[in-house]
């Protein structure tokens, strides 16, 4: 059985712990390999090394700094394959959605790359007489990124090169579900000529999680996941001193207004909901249609899913995969019967879907569900699957109100041809990613991700502007060069502008 350890000082580790977890093949529902669960003292020893090597690092320049970047894009360029194929073997997800993954990773790298741009400080000449003002940011020390297992090379990319550029130390707990990737994503930033110990990995659990929150010298504390993690995570951090970014769980809406179109809105609602087997943060997980709509909307888009080819990840024809684990599927399985039980329609059913040559794997088909109301389970709870729940409504008013009563606020999209509903839709909703006929509106690495409410704990989104800032902090400076001329005394009253 292949063992999958740590990274830590520059080299692959076991580390000094015998507890391990095993990691499946969701295609197959076999165990393929074990990850170690990291002991207390492997925790001391990943954030002993990241803290020798952040003396060091914090003072490379922006160009060495730079340069590191610049190779390690090249070098995750490279092997995007590679990683894409760990990815799917251990996630489910097939390999072109594994391959967008990367790319969308490698974009932060670039992003990063532009460090001594992305640090430019401010500078007020002669303020006061003789005296010139001047802000820069500087590095924090030993920061932490938790990560979840549906983006398992994403969303630490989200976190790493920023922090890194920024001239932290990084140590990543991925998810113990898809733990190969982090591994290979560390060996490439060695062969990228980053000093041992910036980088690390540590495998592990919620033990794993509380050692590093815990820790004296952990500065902050990157975490995406659930959203009662996500809470948890934020309080326990923040009350041991840490800067804390928490992002949570989602349930995302979309609106279907009758002047959509209505195949092109089936065709993306079927993507962004079937899409990586619904897990994704921004999947949309209820279609919201307003008015005659939802019949000719939701015939559409029950043909289209029972069109989808679902199958193991690394056949090319898949669309799409399995889900994470067997306990995940008799969730989802179980919340599609609950729907039913509560009143719903179930339209187009997943639940018995057998994959041939797969029977053992995680497998749930493509489900629609008609007439949802807000109080089913199935409405409330974050699936994390290929079910797409249909609420009808009335008008845009009542489409609207229900997003913004949803303790959740991840994405959201609006399908219209209407400028103006457009428009008031975005600056209504209570959410902190917005798609205008676009179903999954991850913004681009040089603007920000987050969303608001249940969905974000902590005030800084994660990469782009906000990610430079969460992983540094200002210091502001006033210089006088004195003269020795008597009107620039000291004085003891407080210091006004001359
Ligand atoms: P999860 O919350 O179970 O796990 C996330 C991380 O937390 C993992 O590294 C895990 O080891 C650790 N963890 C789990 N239980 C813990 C505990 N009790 N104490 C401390 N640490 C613990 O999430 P998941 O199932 O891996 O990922 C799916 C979830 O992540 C979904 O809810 C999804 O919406 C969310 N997600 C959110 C975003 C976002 O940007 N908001 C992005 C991706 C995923």
């Known amino acids: 059985m292949r063992t999958i350890g740590h990274w830590i000082d520059g080299a692959a580790t076991a580390g000094n712990s015998t507890r391990t977890q095993a990691v499946y093949n969701p295609a197959t529902g076999e165990v393929q390999a ?48 590679d990683l894409a194929t760990l990815i799917t073997d251990e996630h489910g997800k097939i390999l072109s959605d594994a391959t967008g993954e990367v790319q969308r990773g490698l974009e932060v790298v670039e992003f990063a790359c532009g460090i001594p741009q992305l640090l430019k400080g401010e500078y007020s000449d002669q303020v006061s007489g003789g005296v010139d003002l001047f802000s820069y940011r500087q590095p924090l020390g030993v920061v932490v990124g938790i990560t979840p297992f549906n983006f398992p090379a994403m969303v630490p990319m989200w976190m790493f090169p920023i922090a890194i550029a920024c001239g932290n130390a990084f140590v990543l707990k991925p998810s113990e579900r898809d733990p190969s990737a982090s591994i290979l994503m560390a060996e ?29 010298d952990v500065q902050a504390v990157s975490f995406v996941g659930s959203t009662p993690i996500a809470r948890q995570i934020h309080a326990r951090a923040t009350a041991n001193g840490k800067r804390v970014q928490a992002l949570g769980g989602a349930k995302n809406h979309s609106i279907i207004l009758p002047d959509a179109d209505v195949d092109f809105a089936a065709k993306h609602l079927v993507a962004a909901a079937f899409g990586s087997a619904g897990e994704r943060c921004m999947a949309i997980s209820a279609a919201v249609t307003v008015g005659g709509v939802a019949d000719p909307l939701l015939e559409r888009v029950a043909e289209l899913a029972r069109e989808i080819k679902v199958g193991p990840g690394r056949d090319a024809t898949s669309e799409m995969g399995p889900v994470i684990t067997a306990a995940s599927k008799d969730r989802i399985v179980g919340l599609i019967g609950s729907s039913a039980a509560q009143g719903a329609v179930i339209t187009v059913d997943g639940r018995d879907l057998s994959v041939t040559g797969h029977e053992r794997g995680f497998f749930v088909g493509p489900t629609l569900i008609d007439r949802v109301s807000t109080d089913m389970d199935v409405y409330r709870e974050e699936i994390f699957g290929p079910v797409l729940s249909t609420v009808r409504t009335d008008s845009v008013d009542e489409a609207i109100s229900l997003i913004n009563a949803n303790p959740y606020g991840n994405g959201t999209a609006i399908f219209t041809s209407s400028g103006e509903a457009a428009r008031r839709f975005h600056r209504e909703v209570r959410v902190g990613m917005i798609g205008i006929n676009v179903p999954i509106p991850v913004p681009m690495a040089y603007y920000s991700f987050g969303g608001w409410k249940d969905s974000l704990f902590g005030d800084r989104h994660i990469h782009g502007p906000e990610g430079v800032s969460f992983y540094t902090r200002a210091k502001v400076v006033t210089a006088r060069w004195p003269e020795h001329r008597e009107e620039h005394g000291a004085s003891f009253s407080f210091p006004t502008a001359r």
């Not at 170690?36 to 160009?63: H, N, Y």
């Not at 990228?192 to 990995?201: E, I």
């Open 34 to 81: 074990e990850v170690v669960l990291a002991s207390p003292s492997d925790v001391d020893d990943v954030v002993a090394s990241a803290a020798r090597a952040f003396t060091e690092w914090s003072e490379a320049s922006l160009s060495v700094r730079s340069k590191a970047l610049f190779a390690f894009r090249e070098l995750v360029n490279r092997r995007a394959g």
């Open 188 to 216: 490439l930033w060695q062969e990228a000529g980053l000093p041992d110990g910036v980088f690390s990995v540590i495998q592990g659990d919620a033990d794993t999680v509380n050692a590093l929150l815990d820790h004296p």
